[in-house]
Protein backbone atom coordinates (compact mmCIF):
# COMPACT_ATOMS: atom_id res chain seq x y z
CA UNK A 1 0.00 0.00 0.00
CA UNK A 2 1.44 3.04 -1.38
CA UNK A 3 1.26 6.68 1.10
CA UNK A 4 1.43 10.20 -0.67
CA UNK A 5 2.44 12.73 1.07
CA UNK A 6 1.02 15.98 0.07
CA UNK A 7 2.85 19.43 1.04
CA UNK A 8 1.25 23.02 1.31
CA UNK A 9 2.86 25.95 0.67
CA UNK A 10 2.79 29.03 2.79
CA UNK A 11 2.76 32.39 1.74
CA UNK A 12 3.34 35.76 2.79
CA UNK A 13 0.91 38.35 1.40
CA UNK A 14 1.74 41.83 0.68
CA UNK A 15 0.66 45.11 -1.02
CA UNK A 16 3.08 45.73 -4.17
CA UNK A 17 2.57 48.50 -6.45
CA UNK A 18 -0.68 48.89 -4.26
CA UNK A 19 -1.97 45.49 -5.77
CA UNK A 20 -2.63 42.42 -3.14
CA UNK A 21 0.47 39.87 -3.76
CA UNK A 22 1.69 37.33 -2.27
CA UNK A 23 5.40 35.21 -2.33
CA UNK A 24 5.54 31.53 -1.15
CA UNK A 25 8.07 30.92 1.69
CA UNK A 26 10.91 28.45 0.07
CA UNK A 27 13.47 26.61 2.54
CA UNK A 28 15.99 23.92 1.93
CA UNK A 29 16.77 22.97 -1.91
CA UNK A 30 13.61 25.01 -2.78
CA UNK A 31 15.39 28.61 -1.54
CA UNK A 32 16.68 30.93 -3.99
CA UNK A 33 19.94 32.91 -3.62
CA UNK A 34 18.81 36.09 -2.08
CA UNK A 35 19.93 38.53 0.61
CA UNK A 36 19.98 37.62 4.56
CA UNK A 37 21.17 41.24 5.81
CA UNK A 38 21.17 44.83 4.68
CA UNK A 39 24.55 45.93 3.81
CA UNK A 40 26.01 48.98 5.39
CA UNK A 41 27.27 51.67 2.75
CA UNK A 42 29.65 54.29 4.19
CA UNK A 43 27.70 57.87 3.15
CA UNK A 44 30.94 60.12 3.16
CA UNK A 45 31.51 59.98 -0.03
CA UNK A 46 28.93 61.75 -1.18
CA UNK A 47 30.36 65.37 0.01
CA UNK A 48 34.13 64.82 -1.71
CA UNK A 49 34.04 67.49 -4.39
CA UNK A 50 36.38 64.32 -6.51
CA UNK A 51 33.38 62.72 -8.82
CA UNK A 52 35.42 59.23 -9.12
CA UNK A 53 34.76 59.48 -5.04
CA UNK A 54 31.11 59.78 -6.09
CA UNK A 55 31.11 57.12 -8.66
CA UNK A 56 32.78 54.69 -6.41
CA UNK A 57 29.82 55.47 -3.51
CA UNK A 58 27.57 55.20 -6.66
CA UNK A 59 28.66 51.48 -7.34
CA UNK A 60 28.26 50.41 -3.93
CA UNK A 61 24.72 52.10 -4.07
CA UNK A 62 23.67 50.38 -7.19
CA UNK A 63 24.78 46.91 -6.20
CA UNK A 64 22.29 47.00 -3.11
CA UNK A 65 19.61 48.69 -5.25
CA UNK A 66 19.58 45.45 -7.28
CA UNK A 67 20.17 42.88 -4.84
CA UNK A 68 18.14 44.04 -2.14
CA UNK A 69 16.35 47.33 -2.14
CA UNK A 70 17.50 48.62 0.79
CA UNK A 71 20.79 49.90 2.46
CA UNK A 72 22.32 51.58 5.90
CA UNK A 73 23.24 54.93 5.35
CA UNK A 74 26.61 55.19 7.76
CA UNK A 75 28.08 58.47 8.01
CA UNK A 76 25.81 60.61 6.44
CA UNK A 77 26.80 63.95 7.99
CA UNK A 78 23.37 65.10 9.37
CA UNK A 79 23.81 66.38 13.03
CA UNK A 80 23.13 63.83 14.98
CA UNK A 81 22.07 66.70 17.92
CA UNK A 82 19.61 67.45 15.48
CA UNK A 83 18.31 64.00 14.89
CA UNK A 84 18.00 63.82 18.92
CA UNK A 85 16.20 67.12 19.12
CA UNK A 86 13.79 65.98 16.64
CA UNK A 87 13.17 62.71 18.60
CA UNK A 88 12.73 64.19 21.86
CA UNK A 89 9.85 66.62 19.75
CA UNK A 90 8.25 63.38 18.36
CA UNK A 91 8.21 61.77 21.91
CA UNK A 92 6.41 65.11 23.38
CA UNK A 93 4.11 65.70 20.03
CA UNK A 94 2.58 62.18 20.73
CA UNK A 95 2.32 62.75 24.61
CA UNK A 96 0.00 65.90 24.08
CA UNK A 97 -3.31 65.15 25.13
CA UNK A 98 -5.50 63.91 22.92
CA UNK A 99 -7.86 67.04 21.05
CA UNK A 100 -4.59 69.08 20.61
CA UNK A 101 -3.33 66.33 18.47
CA UNK A 102 -7.10 66.05 16.92
CA UNK A 103 -7.48 69.36 16.06
CA UNK A 104 -5.34 68.71 12.81
CA UNK A 105 -6.76 65.53 12.32
CA UNK A 106 -5.48 63.92 8.50
CA UNK A 107 -9.21 63.64 8.23
CA UNK A 108 -9.75 67.48 7.86
CA UNK A 109 -7.59 68.22 4.50
CA UNK A 110 -7.89 66.85 1.19
CA UNK A 111 -4.06 65.72 0.89
CA UNK A 112 -4.49 63.93 4.14
CA UNK A 113 -2.08 65.63 5.95
CA UNK A 114 -1.54 66.19 9.50
CA UNK A 115 -2.60 63.51 12.29
CA UNK A 116 -3.66 59.59 12.45
CA UNK A 117 -5.07 57.74 15.60
CA UNK A 118 -4.21 53.97 15.96
CA UNK A 119 -5.82 51.82 14.12
CA UNK A 120 -6.79 54.55 11.57
CA UNK A 121 -4.67 52.89 8.91
CA UNK A 122 -5.06 49.21 7.72
CA UNK A 123 -2.42 48.61 5.07
CA UNK A 124 -3.23 44.57 5.71
CA UNK A 125 -6.65 43.55 5.57
CA UNK A 126 -6.24 40.65 7.67
CA UNK A 127 -5.39 42.38 10.78
CA UNK A 128 -7.69 44.94 13.15
CA UNK A 129 -5.26 47.74 11.85
CA UNK A 130 -1.98 49.23 11.83
CA UNK A 131 -0.73 49.41 15.60
CA UNK A 132 0.21 53.05 15.30
CA UNK A 133 -0.19 56.96 15.26
CA UNK A 134 1.35 59.34 13.07
CA UNK A 135 1.66 62.84 11.79
CA UNK A 136 2.35 64.21 8.43
CA UNK A 137 3.73 67.07 6.36
CA UNK A 138 4.88 67.98 3.50
CA UNK A 139 5.57 70.18 0.47
CA UNK A 140 4.12 73.22 1.33
CA UNK A 141 4.26 76.47 -1.37
CA UNK A 142 2.82 78.47 1.08
CA UNK A 143 4.71 77.90 4.56
CA UNK A 144 7.75 80.43 4.81
CA UNK A 145 9.73 77.49 5.69
CA UNK A 146 9.93 75.85 2.42
CA UNK A 147 10.65 79.33 0.12
CA UNK A 148 8.38 78.22 -2.91
CA UNK A 149 7.07 80.20 -5.10
CA UNK A 150 3.09 78.71 -6.15
CA UNK A 151 2.90 77.00 -9.50
CA UNK A 152 -0.01 78.80 -11.91
CA UNK A 153 -0.48 75.41 -13.48
CA UNK A 154 -0.96 73.70 -10.26
CA UNK A 155 -3.65 75.61 -8.56
CA UNK A 156 -3.74 73.55 -5.26
CA UNK A 157 -0.16 75.27 -4.53
CA UNK A 158 -1.79 78.67 -4.14
CA UNK A 159 -3.38 77.23 -0.52
CA UNK A 160 -2.12 75.32 2.25
CA UNK A 161 -1.75 71.53 2.15
CA UNK A 162 -0.23 71.22 5.80
CA UNK A 163 -1.75 71.48 8.83
CA UNK A 164 -0.22 71.88 12.50
CA UNK A 165 -1.89 71.90 15.92
CA UNK A 166 -2.38 75.48 17.22
CA UNK A 167 -2.47 75.18 21.43
CA UNK A 168 0.34 76.75 22.72
CA UNK A 169 1.58 73.23 24.71
CA UNK A 170 2.27 71.89 20.80
CA UNK A 171 4.13 75.52 19.87
CA UNK A 172 7.65 73.42 19.65
CA UNK A 173 6.34 70.79 17.12
CA UNK A 174 6.65 72.61 13.78
CA UNK A 175 9.81 74.72 13.98
CA UNK A 176 11.58 71.17 15.12
CA UNK A 177 9.76 69.32 12.23
CA UNK A 178 11.41 71.85 9.58
CA UNK A 179 14.82 71.08 10.81
CA UNK A 180 14.29 67.82 10.13
CA UNK A 181 12.71 68.11 7.01
CA UNK A 182 15.09 70.88 5.43
CA UNK A 183 18.29 68.56 6.39
CA UNK A 184 16.65 65.46 4.95
CA UNK A 185 15.36 67.20 1.44
CA UNK A 186 19.20 68.67 1.02
CA UNK A 187 20.36 64.94 1.83
CA UNK A 188 17.96 63.45 -0.61
CA UNK A 189 19.07 65.81 -3.29
CA UNK A 190 22.55 64.93 -3.15
CA UNK A 191 21.29 61.12 -3.24
CA UNK A 192 19.36 61.71 -6.09
CA UNK A 193 22.53 62.64 -7.97
CA UNK A 194 24.46 59.18 -6.46
CA UNK A 195 21.20 57.29 -8.02
CA UNK A 196 21.77 58.64 -11.20
CA UNK A 197 25.59 57.64 -11.26
CA UNK A 198 24.17 53.82 -10.25
CA UNK A 199 22.43 54.32 -13.36
CA UNK A 200 24.91 55.13 -15.74
CA UNK A 201 23.50 58.27 -16.61
CA UNK A 202 24.87 62.03 -15.40
CA UNK A 203 24.56 63.15 -11.92
CA UNK A 204 22.11 65.74 -12.65
CA UNK A 205 20.18 63.66 -15.14
CA UNK A 206 16.96 63.55 -12.92
CA UNK A 207 17.21 67.39 -11.78
CA UNK A 208 14.71 68.70 -14.22
CA UNK A 209 11.83 66.21 -13.30
CA UNK A 210 12.89 67.64 -9.33
CA UNK A 211 12.48 71.27 -9.19
CA UNK A 212 9.69 71.06 -6.62
CA UNK A 213 9.52 67.40 -5.88
CA UNK A 214 7.11 66.25 -3.64
CA UNK A 215 8.25 65.47 -0.09
CA UNK A 216 6.57 64.05 3.04
CA UNK A 217 7.92 63.58 6.78
CA UNK A 218 6.42 60.95 8.72
CA UNK A 219 6.12 61.50 12.50
CA UNK A 220 4.90 57.56 13.65
CA UNK A 221 4.84 56.70 17.06
CA UNK A 222 4.87 52.64 17.52
CA UNK A 223 2.99 51.32 20.86
CA UNK A 224 4.31 48.02 21.86
CA UNK A 225 2.57 44.94 20.48
CA UNK A 226 1.68 42.17 22.90
CA UNK A 227 -0.03 39.49 19.98
CA UNK A 228 1.69 38.39 16.84
CA UNK A 229 -1.64 38.71 14.81
CA UNK A 230 -0.90 42.62 15.44
CA UNK A 231 1.32 44.91 13.03
CA UNK A 232 2.42 48.21 13.45
CA UNK A 233 2.22 48.72 9.45
CA UNK A 234 0.95 46.04 7.38
CA UNK A 235 3.73 44.75 4.48
CA UNK A 236 4.15 47.42 1.31
CA UNK A 237 6.22 48.80 -0.97
CA UNK A 238 7.00 52.46 -0.64
CA UNK A 239 5.42 54.84 -3.49
CA UNK A 240 8.14 57.72 -3.94
CA UNK A 241 11.65 57.96 -5.23
CA UNK A 242 12.91 56.42 -2.11
CA UNK A 243 12.54 56.88 1.52
CA UNK A 244 15.25 57.53 4.20
CA UNK A 245 14.03 56.51 7.85
CA UNK A 246 15.84 57.62 11.00
CA UNK A 247 14.45 55.00 13.68
CA UNK A 248 14.53 54.96 17.20
CA UNK A 249 16.37 52.06 18.98
CA UNK A 250 14.55 49.07 20.57
CA UNK A 251 15.91 45.70 21.85
CA UNK A 252 13.63 44.22 19.21
CA UNK A 253 14.27 45.49 15.65
CA UNK A 254 10.17 46.45 14.67
CA UNK A 255 11.28 47.10 11.01
CA UNK A 256 11.69 43.95 8.58
CA UNK A 257 11.85 43.30 4.87
CA UNK A 258 11.03 40.30 2.47
CA UNK A 259 13.67 38.72 0.85
CA UNK A 260 13.02 36.57 -2.22
CA UNK A 261 12.36 33.67 -0.02
CA UNK A 262 9.54 35.05 1.64
CA UNK A 263 11.65 34.96 5.06
CA UNK A 264 11.62 38.52 6.78
CA UNK A 265 14.90 39.95 7.42
CA UNK A 266 15.25 42.65 10.42
CA UNK A 267 16.37 45.94 10.32
CA UNK A 268 18.13 46.86 13.37
CA UNK A 269 18.95 50.17 14.71
CA UNK A 270 22.49 51.11 13.92
CA UNK A 271 23.94 54.45 15.53
CA UNK A 272 24.54 57.28 12.96
CA UNK A 273 22.79 55.76 10.48
CA UNK A 274 19.47 56.10 8.12
CA UNK A 275 17.50 53.35 6.44
CA UNK A 276 17.37 53.82 2.99
CA UNK A 277 15.15 52.03 0.82
CA UNK A 278 14.02 52.08 -2.98
CA UNK A 279 10.25 53.10 -3.86
CA UNK A 280 8.15 52.40 -6.57
CA UNK A 281 9.39 55.36 -9.27
CA UNK A 282 12.88 53.91 -9.76
CA UNK A 283 11.61 50.57 -9.47
CA UNK A 284 9.36 51.60 -12.46
CA UNK A 285 12.40 53.31 -14.51
CA UNK A 286 14.35 51.17 -14.37
CA UNK A 287 12.02 48.38 -15.50
CA UNK A 288 12.20 46.36 -12.25
CA UNK A 289 16.17 46.20 -12.64
CA UNK A 290 16.09 47.79 -8.86
CA UNK A 291 13.69 46.31 -6.03
CA UNK A 292 11.17 48.24 -4.57
CA UNK A 293 11.54 45.88 -1.33
CA UNK A 294 8.65 44.88 0.70
CA UNK A 295 8.55 45.63 4.10
CA UNK A 296 6.43 46.29 7.16
CA UNK A 297 7.31 46.87 11.14
CA UNK A 298 6.46 44.93 14.34
CA UNK A 299 7.18 46.27 17.18
CA UNK A 300 6.98 43.24 18.94
CA UNK A 301 7.30 42.79 23.07
CA UNK A 302 7.30 38.84 23.13
CA UNK A 303 8.87 36.46 20.72
CA UNK A 304 7.06 35.78 17.40
CA UNK A 305 5.35 32.41 17.69
CA UNK A 306 5.94 29.48 15.77
CA UNK A 307 3.06 27.63 14.11
CA UNK A 308 4.15 24.48 16.23
CA UNK A 309 3.42 26.37 19.40
CA UNK A 310 -0.05 28.29 18.05
CA UNK A 311 1.90 31.10 16.33
CA UNK A 312 1.31 32.47 13.05
CA UNK A 313 3.90 31.31 10.26
CA UNK A 314 5.26 34.92 8.76
CA UNK A 315 8.60 33.49 7.37
CA UNK A 316 10.86 34.20 10.14
CA UNK A 317 10.82 33.53 14.03
CA UNK A 318 12.27 36.23 15.47
CA UNK A 319 13.65 35.90 19.37
CA UNK A 320 11.96 38.44 21.72
CA UNK A 321 13.20 39.81 25.25
CA UNK A 322 9.94 40.37 26.57
CA UNK A 323 10.19 44.16 27.06
CA UNK A 324 7.61 46.70 26.91
CA UNK A 325 9.25 49.01 24.32
CA UNK A 326 7.78 52.30 22.90
CA UNK A 327 9.29 52.50 18.83
CA UNK A 328 9.38 56.14 17.25
CA UNK A 329 10.24 56.39 13.34
CA UNK A 330 11.06 59.27 11.03
CA UNK A 331 10.82 58.32 7.36
CA UNK A 332 11.56 61.08 4.65
CA UNK A 333 9.96 60.65 1.52
CA UNK A 334 11.20 62.07 -1.86
CA UNK A 335 9.42 61.91 -5.12
CA UNK A 336 9.41 63.54 -8.76
CA UNK A 337 7.58 66.94 -9.19
CA UNK A 338 3.83 66.20 -8.66
CA UNK A 339 3.71 66.98 -12.64
CA UNK A 340 6.50 65.44 -13.98
CA UNK A 341 5.42 62.48 -16.51
CA UNK A 342 8.39 59.98 -16.12
CA UNK A 343 8.41 56.48 -17.51
CA UNK A 344 11.02 53.33 -18.30
CA UNK A 345 14.35 54.87 -19.13
CA UNK A 346 15.31 54.34 -23.10
CA UNK A 347 18.38 52.12 -21.80
CA UNK A 348 16.15 49.33 -19.88
CA UNK A 349 13.42 49.26 -22.36
CA UNK A 350 13.48 45.90 -24.50
CA UNK A 351 12.64 46.38 -28.19
CA UNK A 352 9.27 46.14 -29.80
CA UNK A 353 7.76 46.70 -26.52
CA UNK A 354 5.39 49.82 -25.93
CA UNK A 355 5.85 52.01 -22.84
CA UNK A 356 3.84 54.49 -21.63
CA UNK A 357 4.70 57.46 -19.72
CA UNK A 358 2.86 58.43 -15.64
CA UNK A 359 2.23 61.77 -14.12
CA UNK A 360 3.55 61.65 -10.72
CA UNK A 361 1.29 63.43 -8.84
CA UNK A 362 -2.01 61.08 -10.11
CA UNK A 363 -0.36 57.76 -9.42
CA UNK A 364 0.65 59.06 -6.04
CA UNK A 365 -2.95 59.65 -5.54
CA UNK A 366 -4.21 56.09 -6.85
CA UNK A 367 -1.70 55.11 -4.40
CA UNK A 368 -3.28 56.74 -1.30
CA UNK A 369 -6.51 55.61 -2.47
CA UNK A 370 -5.58 52.18 -2.43
CA UNK A 371 -2.86 52.07 0.74
CA UNK A 372 -5.07 53.85 3.35
CA UNK A 373 -7.90 53.45 4.80
CA UNK A 374 -9.71 54.85 8.15
CA UNK A 375 -12.07 53.01 10.34
CA UNK A 376 -14.13 56.02 11.97
CA UNK A 377 -17.66 55.54 11.94
CA UNK A 378 -20.21 55.89 9.58
CA UNK A 379 -21.17 58.86 10.64
CA UNK A 380 -18.29 60.78 10.79
CA UNK A 381 -17.32 60.39 7.05
CA UNK A 382 -15.41 57.49 6.18
CA UNK A 383 -12.75 58.57 3.94
CA UNK A 384 -9.55 57.41 2.72
CA UNK A 385 -6.00 57.97 4.70
CA UNK A 386 -3.02 59.72 4.18
CA UNK A 387 1.06 58.29 3.23
Known sequence: ????????TQYVHYHDGGKPGRRPILTGSSAKPTFESVPKIDMRRIYSPHLSDRQSLANDVGAACRDVGFFYAVNHGIDEELLDRTFDA??????????????????????????????????DPGTR????????MGEDFTEPEQNLTPLPHLPDTQHSRNQWPSHPSAAFFRPAIYEYYNAMLSFSRRLLGIFALALELPEDY????????????????YPPQTSPKDVGIGAHT?????????????VNPAL??????????????????????????????????????????????????????????????????????ERYSLPFFFSPDEDATVSVLEKFREEGREYEGFVVGEY?????DIDRTTHLEEGEGRRKGGY
Open 90 to 123: VKRFFGLEEDVKMECHNQKTERFRGYEGVLEGKL
Open 238 to 250: DFCWFTLVCQSHT
Open 256 to 325: EVLNANGIWVPVHHHPHSFVVNIADFLKLITGGRWASTVHRVRNLASPTQSPENGGECDGHDREGSGQME
Open 206 to 221: FDTITKHPMTNVRAVH
Open 364 to 368: FQRRL
Open 129 to 136: GDLKEGFL
Open 1 to 8: MSTTTTTT
